[in-house]
């Protein structure tokens, strides 16, 4: 995988995410250069948006895992209004992550033309370092990294 950052956002302003015991991880993690979800110690469910408590067996024992980044494009809209001056478009987009049916992410596809956006397209992560966190936004994907 080429960097996993990238030096612009395609947001004029982002807004910070509060972060809490739950949520930090998920939103700091990014600096090692890979997407972390709140993963089930005791069944391997992954948790997102992050929970206390595992959605499958109820189990309290979630701790932040590292996932593959890569995802596939199964909604997306295109917003073209400008709530900062000067905004450019840009994707707003529901991403599946390859690991686990219904582990969904919403996030910004970047690095492409917001024509250039598919449902079904697949993406893989990148991060956007601002705030003092790391977002999650998502690329196509390079045919050589294509698998099911």
Known sequence: MSSSFLVEDPLIERLTPELDALSTPFWTLG?????????????????HPPTAWCARCLSRDIAPAPVSGQGIVLSFTVNHQQWVPGQAPFVLAVVGLREQDGLRLTTNIVGCTPQEVAIGMRVEVRFIHRNDVYYPVFVPAPARNLKS
């Open 31 to 47: 600096a090692l250069g890979a997407l972390h979800i709140g993963r089930c110690v005791s069944c391997g469910y992954y948790n």
